[in-house]
Each structure stands twice: as C-alpha cells, then as structure tokens.
C-alpha cells in the first residue's frame, strides 16, 4: 500500500510521544515477521524500527506490544526500503504500487461484490503463494484463503494482513465498517489471540480450522461503491490505516452533499440525484446526514442562505431577482425565510451592511 515517506532522522519528542500515546495491542510477533524479512535480503531492520520507536532489545519480548501507529510506521519503512508491499510473505517482491494496482482495479465497480470478486482475482495474478476466493451461501459472504505453497514462519503475519487489507478496502470502498460473523484461521492459537477480536472485531475467532476466512452478512456485497478515482487517489497518499486499524467511516458527506448544492444549485437537486451521484441509497444518504447532525433540507437551507447573503452584499440586483436566483417561488416567501436566518429583511440587511462598510 502507498503511505507518505517518513522521516529520516531520528524523530522528534514529541513525534516520539505521539506514536506511542495510543494503546499497544500490536503483538511482537509481528515485529519479528518484518525484521525477518529484512534479515532474508541480508538488509539491517535498525532505521526502520528506530523510525517507529520500537527498542531492537524488545524485539524478542514476546510480552511487548507495540501501537497501531508504530505498527504503520514500521510496515512503512520496510515497504520502502525491501520495495516489497507483501513484507516477505511471498516467494517474489510486490513492488511498490502493487497494492495500488489492485485497488485501481476494483474502483470502478458498480457494487461490493463484484469490487471483491475484482480483487481476488487480480491478487492471484500478481501473488500466486496464495488464492483468495469470494463465496456467498444462505446470506452468508466468505472470503477464503488458500495457501498455494507453505508460507512456513511468515504463515501468520500474511494471512492475517491479507485478510485485514481486503477487509478494511472493502469498509472503505462503502464507507461502512463491514461488521464480521466470523473469522477462522488453520494455525494453533497463538499467545497473543487477544489481538485477535481487536482486528476482526466483533465475529467469533476459530482457530486450528482447514483454511483461513472471513464471513459476515451477504447483504454487504450489494452495496453501491462511495469511492471514486479522485477519493482512491487521497487514499493511496496513506493507505496503511485501512489494513493496521479497524475502519471507521469517515463524515465528510455533509461536505461533498454540500459541494454537490453549490455547484448546480440546490433547487436543482433531490434527494433522488444526490444519491446516484454519491452512489448511495436514499435511505442511506438521510440516515448518513442524520449520522452527522444535519438534515437534506437544513443543508439546502444552508445554501440559499450563503448564496442570498453574497448577492445582497456584492451586486444591487433588486430584492425579487434575488429571490428568484435563491430557488424561491416569490418575493414574499424569500424575506419570510431570510428573516427567520438573519433577523432582518433581506431590505434591512443590505441596508445594515452597507452602513457598516463606511
């Protein structure tokens, strides 16, 4: 995955405070699968753990743990330095960008499932250590990993951060924390399995079982996508998040619902057109809005306000074209509703400002 270069100096206090401030669920073992790499292209480990604050004598500890922040930002140093996004999972490098490519791959899907189904198998193409396959029976969605050859002490450490990407880029590609039934893993539980139902949170956790997986709830694969290139492009300047931390969906719909009123005018848009064009249901457009604190109708409320307020204030245009340029039917109904935003007749209003600007 793409995320921005770190420093290449020691880091500062309170860089160093920062990254160590939240709470370290992040077991050892997979610091020690990262030093392995490095050790197998005969490559030091030092810069990069010293870029994630994480002391070389703790290292062996398997009683420490580290943050999800030193987490990304070793997984960050070591992407860059070995040019390898799988970390040394597989037999070959995945160069830098591979991840990117897959996910590029997927972005122009019209639904879930079939953004999934892109991604399984162009992970193939460019891995072949490894198959992932996307089922669905009775309501139920399983993502199976299957080991084409043995990934021997690298076995963990993949498998859980292939499951953990795909899983957070599904989240983000609708913008919802894809809550999981169930995840499964055909390895001995480990000492640190606590870990566990923080990354695959809220499902059950097997272990010991014939393949590793992921179900939850099949309705997720019909969900319109609420990415597109433009938010894919923002994404890939820090994509580690998605895959070290669980997915919370971001609120920016007020302001891309805002920026869709201003540029075509809000009257000009429904709940109906803002929704095709966010690739949203209406039902999920008004619960998201809700989410956020706001309604459709406040919004566009917001939006004729600012727009009768710039043009009372930078043009002389008379009282009714103002209220035409608003969306209003008339006159009247506009200076009732400006009173109630300002207080003031949109008359009073232009008149109060013009005296404050001498």
Known sequence: MLTPSLVKTPLPHHASSVLKSHPAITPMAFVQAIVRAYEARQMSALGALEKAQIPPELINDAQERITALQMEALSDAAMRELDDEALGWFERRLPWGSYGMLARASISAPHLGLALARWCRHHGLIAQDLQLQLGEQAGIATLTLHESRP???????????????????????????????????????????????????????????PVASLQFEARWLQAPLARDEAALNRMLQRALPIQVRPYQREKTLVQRVRHLLAASGEEQQTAE??????????????????????????????????????????????????????????D???????????????????????????
């Open 151 to 209: 990934l021997g002490s690298m076995r963990e450490f993949c498998m859980v951060s292939v499951l953990r990407n795909i899983h957070g880029f599904a989240s983000w590609l609708i913008n919802e924390p894809i809550s999981l039934l169930h995840a499964s893993f055909p390895f001995a539980e480990p000492a640190h399995a606590d870990v566990y139902k923080v990354l695959f949170a809220p499902g059950s956790i097997a272990f010991g079982a």
């Open 273 to 330: 057109t803002l929704s095709r064009q966010l690739h949203l249901s209406q039902r999920s457009l008004h619960r998201q809005l809700k989410e956020e604190g706001v309604s459709l109708q406040a919004l566009k409320d917001d939006i004729r306000r600012e727009r009768a307020i710039a043009l009372l204030l930078r043009t002389s245009r008379p009282i009714k074209r103002v209220a035409q340029a608003c969306g209003f039917l008339n």
């Open 332 to 358: 009247k109904s506009f200076i009732r509703a400006f009173r109630l935003w300002t207080g003031l007749s949109p008359s009073e209003f232009r008149k109060t400002a013009g005296q404050r600007a001498v």
